[in-house]
C-alpha cells in the first residue's frame, strides 16, 4: 500500500523533476550551493525558451539571459557570503540596472501562483460585486470594483484623508444637460401636456359662454315677438 501511495504522488508531481517547475527553483536561494561552478543554466534556457513569447513582449532580451545570468551568479557569489539569507528585492535594487534582462525572468517566475485560490477567490468576489441586481455593470467599472476590493486596506486601518482633499481638489464637476435646479421638477413634456390641456379648458370655456349668450338672445327674441 505504501509503495503504491509513493508511486502515485510520483507520478502527481513528476513535472517537479522536469520542465518550468523544476527549473523555477532558480529563484530559491535556499537551493543554491556554494560552489558557484555548480549552476542552473539548463534551467535558464528552459524558463527562457518556455516564457520566450511573454518576455520579448515586455521588452526583454532572451538571448542575454545565459550571459547575464552567469554574470549575476559571479557577482552574487562574490559579494554575498550568506545567500541563504539574501532576497530578490534587494538584488533587484542593487543590480537591476546591470541585469535588466535575467531579473525579469526572476520577476515572472516569482509572480506564477502556486495555486488557483487566489483565481477562485477573485471570481468569488467578482460574483459578489457584479450580482442580479448590477448585471449592467460595464467592465471597467467592474474592474475598479474589484481592485478597490482586492488590494484596498480594510475599514479598520483606511485613512480618507488623502481621497477627500483629492476630492475636494478636483476642481467643480459638470452635471448632467438634463439636470434641472430643485424645486419645479416638470420636464418639457409634462409642460406641453399641462400648457395643451389649459389650451383645452380654455377654449371649452369660450364655447360654453358664446352658447349661454347664443341662448339668452334667442329667448330675448322669442319674448319681443310675443309681447307684438
Partial sequence: MLNSLEESLENR?????????????????????KD?????????ATLGNHFRPVLEQAGVD???LDTEWTMLKAVL????????DLTWEVVNTAYGDRFPNILSLVDLV??????????????????????DWRSKLRSDRVTDLMLILLHSPSIETFDPT???HRWNSSGARTKRPETVPYGCRETSGSQAVHTSQESDSESEVSDTESEVTDTVA???DDESG???
Fill in 162 to 164: 488623502e481621497a477627500i
Fill in 62 to 64: 532572451v538571448d542575454l
Fill in 110 to 131: 516569482l509572480t506564477l501562483p502556486a495555486s488557483s485560490a487566489d483565481c477562485e477567490r477573485g471570481f468569488n468576489h467578482m460574483k459578489m460585486i457584479k450580482s
Fill in 218 to 220: 334667442d329667448d330675448s
Fill in 77 to 84: 557569489y562574490k559579494r554575498h557570503a550568506n545567500l541563504q
Fill in 36 to 44: 558557484s561552478n555548480e549552476d542552473f543554466d539548463d534551467h535558464v
Fill in 13 to 33: 508531481f513528476a513535472d517537479t523533476k522536469e520542465g518550468v517547475v523544476h527549473a523555477s527553483q532558480i529563484v530559491n536561494f535556499k537551493l543554491w550551493l
Fill in 226 to 228: 310675443r309681447e307684438d
